[in-house]
């Protein structure tokens, strides 16, 4: 898409922003850097899911991780993840947030690797929330959410829209397009120049 082609496909949104539900999968967003070389801003996400989804909060939802370090009883949050998950309160989204696991791994240089996995939450918020809009736009190119999806678009008739980084799409995402259940995959490459947090620094 060029500017002028996602002008005209947001305006398509304009009478359907308030039965729009936006997800964004932040941990999955984060990586798309690796691909696109540029990092995508929490308030640049924002102003661009407002053209999508306007009115009750919950309707823009931010899933993030919540890292409190080793110590499983620790309620310090590490300065990046406290900056994440406050710069998405904000900026008007809903966080969902799960605390991150740190797992013994030998391997690992540090000896030790972070999980912290929100599908389950995504699934079950679009499901439960699903009386409340019609359209859904997901920021995220994993494709574990595309068995809720297909539940939801083939039981309830709801429209799925993903947003990704090229080469950070699921292969079940892309079968989902195929089949008719996701509606559209949509590039962040695309959206640089809105999505680019050093867009106008040069970073």
């Known amino acids: 898409m060029n500017k002028e082609e996602i002008k005209k496909y947001l305006e398509s ?4 922003k308030e039965r729009t539900i936006v ?11 690796e691909s696109t070389g540029w990092k995508v801003g929490i308030r640049e996400l924002a102003k661009l899911t407002k053209h999508f989804s306007q009115g009750a909060v919950f309707l823009r939802r931010f899933y993030y991780g919540a890292d409190y370090g080793k110590n499983e009883h620790s309620r310090i949050l590490s300065f990046w993840s406290n ?3 406050e710069t998405a309160r904000n900026n008007g989204f809903c966080v969902v947030e799960k605390r991150v696991k740190y797992i013994h ?3 690992n240089k540090y000896g030790f690797e972070k999980k912290c996995d929100l599908d389950v939450e995504m699934a079950v918020d679009l499901i439960e929330e699903r009386d409340r809009y019609d359209n859904i736009i997901l920021f995220s190119g994993d494709g574990d959410l595309m068995r809720a ?8 008739h709801k429209n799925c829209v993903v947003m990704s980084a ?3 799409i699921g292969r079940e995402v892309l079968d989902a397009k195929a089949s008719g259940v996701v509606r ?4 962040a490459e695309d959206f640089e120049y809105r999505l680019n947090m050093g867009r106008f620094n040069g970073k």
């Open 149 to 156: 999806i297909e539940y939801l678009k083939k039981n309830y």
């Open 166 to 168: 090229r080469g950070h």
């Open 83 to 85: 900056y994440i998950l």
């Open 23 to 33: 997800i964004v999968d932040f941990g999955n967003v984060e990586k798309w850097k």
């Open 13 to 16: 949104f304009i009478n359907q």
């Open 184 to 187: 559209e995959i949509l590039f």
């Open 105 to 107: 791994s030998p391997n």
